[in-house]
Every structure is written in C-alpha cells, then in structure tokens.
C-alpha cells in the first residue's frame, strides 16, 4: 500500500471512530455526560481554531474540506467524509426540530454535539495540509501549454478572414514588436508569457475548430499569410518548437480534461511536472478551467495576465489558489 492510500485510509478511520464515539455517547442518554463531553470538545475545537489562526492556517480550513471531498466517485475518504458530513446535517436538523415538541435540555445537547463531532475532523486534518508549494522559477519552464483566442468571435465564414480579423492582422503588421501590439491582440498575452519563461522548449497550442479556421484563413491570405501565430513565435523567438493539438469539445470540462492529460501522458512524458506551465489567458473559460485544474498536479504551473494590470502571472498553483483562480477566470469572460 503507498503513502497516499495508507494516509487515506487513517482518516477514514477517524471518520470511522468518532461515528461509533458518537453513537455510543448518545445511546447512553446520560445528560451531565452529554454536557461534560460537549464541553470537552468545545474546548478542543476552539483551541484547534485559535492555533490555526496564530499559525495564520484558518484560511485552509476550507481546503482541507476541498482535498477531502474531492474524486468522491472513486475515494473510500471521500465517501465516507460526505456520509459524516450530511449525516451530521440530517441530525442537526432533526434535533432542532424535536426540540420543540419534546426535552429542550437534552436534544438542544444534541444539537451541539453533533455540531461539535462535525467540525473536530475537519479542524483537526487541516493541521496534516501539505503546505503551499514552493514557487518554481521561470526560467525552470521548459514547455508552455496555451489555447488561443480567435479574433472576432462573431465570424460566420470558415473559408476567408472577417474585417475584424484583418483590423486585427493589421495591427501585427505595422508594429515590429508584440510589446506595441495592445489589447486588440488576444495573442499579446502569449507572447510575454513566452518572454517570461526565457528557457521554454516547446509550446503546445490547443486548437478549437474557430481558431483552426481562423489559421487556415489567415495561411490562405496573400496579405496575412506570413503571420500566423507558428510564424510570429519563430520570427520572434527562433529556438522554441511549435506543435499544435486539438481539443474536441471545447466546452464541455470533462471532455478537455481527458484531452490534457492525454497530451501530458503520450506527447510529454519526457518532461516532468516542474517543467511544465499552462498559460489560461486565451481559449474558453472551459479550457482555462480545465488547465487549472491539471496545473494543480506536482509542480506544474500556471501563467496569465492580470485584468487589471495587465502583468503577466506566474504561479505553482495549489487547492489554496483554488479560490483566486476561479475569480481570474470568470473576470476574464465579464
């Protein structure tokens, strides 16, 4: 048995064990004990609660919860963590309830013991949280994994380039440098993250079905037909390899997840996760969401632009970056 599926295994048996404490103190229908044990555990709980704040860890109080309902289909702590948790539920309630048709004084005890035996677990395995992942460097990247925007989202012809795409194209043209190219630009973004990683390999573009339109359109342009995004990274940063691959259900999360991890598994198992970043900036937010949740793994990163300062991001994202992670994403598609 490795480390992980022992680990899992003793916290669901503290799962476990306080169920049968539980069951057996409350069978026992003894008041003073009820209310000596609730005070005990009170006194636990708050003390567990007092040491994460001065431990400055109350904020990963919520991503304990997170790791340990997570994959519940097919995690014996999973399972059993949603069976205490809305088991706890269903009794707080039903001792509410009786409270007022029968003995106030001992359901209301009830009532608190359950809702301490619900948050000691909790309180008690976010002490065990892996800390934070350490930062890896820039300059330690060796792939960048990025989906592109199209440049007029409203374009009905598959065959030729919309004004705004020219308008766009246009843009790239006159200016020798994507420093100078502006928000028009949805591959701006891009192009300094890949400055950021100064010793990047490879890029791997994620194609939809637009964006592989949009790049055939523009290939097919006599005008434009040199500034394809390929073209524009070997003109600006001649070193790094280009490989394109497409995901087929853009919109549907599952779906792209499976199509990631089939690129990390079969096109990428030469490098590890420290060399791997994904920059979530362009593409759906569906693809976005899906990359950020992979870039969880290891220490895998993420790279983005910051809506407000248009600075570029970089991160070893964790679950106590879930939070923040999301916002950017949705602040993204308002």
Excluded at 72 to 84: C, K, M
Excluded at 134 to 163: C, H, M, Q, W
Excluded at 262 to 273: A, H, M, P, Q
Aim: aromatic residues 12%; contains cysteine; proline residues 2%.
């Amino acid at each position: 048995m490795n480390k992980k599926r022992f680990s899992h295994l003793l916290k669901a048996l503290l799962f476990i064990l306080l169920f049968i404490i539980e069951y057996y103190i409350i069978t026992s229908e003894n008041n003073e004990q009820l209310i000596m044990i609730n005070c005990i555990l009170l006194a636990i709980n708050l003390c567990m609660l007092t040491l994460l704040i001065i431990l400055k860890k109350a904020d990963h109080f919520s991503a304990a919860i997170f790791k340990i309902f997570k994959n519940i289909a097919g995690n014996i702590l999973g399972i059993i963590a949603i069976i205490y948790f809305t088991t706890h539920i269903g009794w707080i309630f039903t001792a509410l309830r009786d409270s007022y048709t029968t003995d106030k004084e001992h359901l209301l005890s009830q009532f608190a013991l359950y809702l301490n035996f619900l948050f000691f677990p909790y309180l008690f395995l976010t002490f065990f949280l892996k800390k934070r992942k350490e930062e890896v460097s820039p300059k330690n990247r060796k792939v960048l994994i990025t989906s592109l925007s199209i440049f007029d989202y409203n374009r009905n012809a598959e065959g030729e380039l919309s004004p705004q795409e020219k308008k766009v194209l246009n843009i790239i043209k006159d200016n020798k440098s994507y420093l100078t190219w502006g928000r028009d630009v949805n591959w701006q973004p891009v192009f300094l993250a890949v400055e950021k990683y100064k010793n990047l390999e490879e890029i791997i573009v994620l194609n939809t079905k637009q964006t592989k339109y949009q790049n055939n359109a523009i290939k097919n342009s006599n005008d434009f037909k040199d500034y394809t995004f390929e073209k524009l990274i070997k003109k600006y940063f001649p070193k790094i390899k280009v490989t394109n691959d497409m995901i087929e259900k853009p919109n549907e999360l599952q779906s792209t997840v499976e199509d990631l991890n089939f690129i990390l598994r079969k096109k990428l198992k030469k490098y590890e996760d420290k060399d791997i970043v994904f920059s979530i900036t362009g593409g759906t937010a569906v693809i976005s969401a899906a990359m950020s949740m992979i870039a969880i793994k290891g220490d895998r990163g993420i790279t983005y632009m910051d809506q407000q300062s248009n600075v570029i991001i970089n991160n070893s994202v964790d679950v106590f970056d879930i939070k923040e992670l999301w916002e950017e994403i949705i602040d993204k598609y308002e």
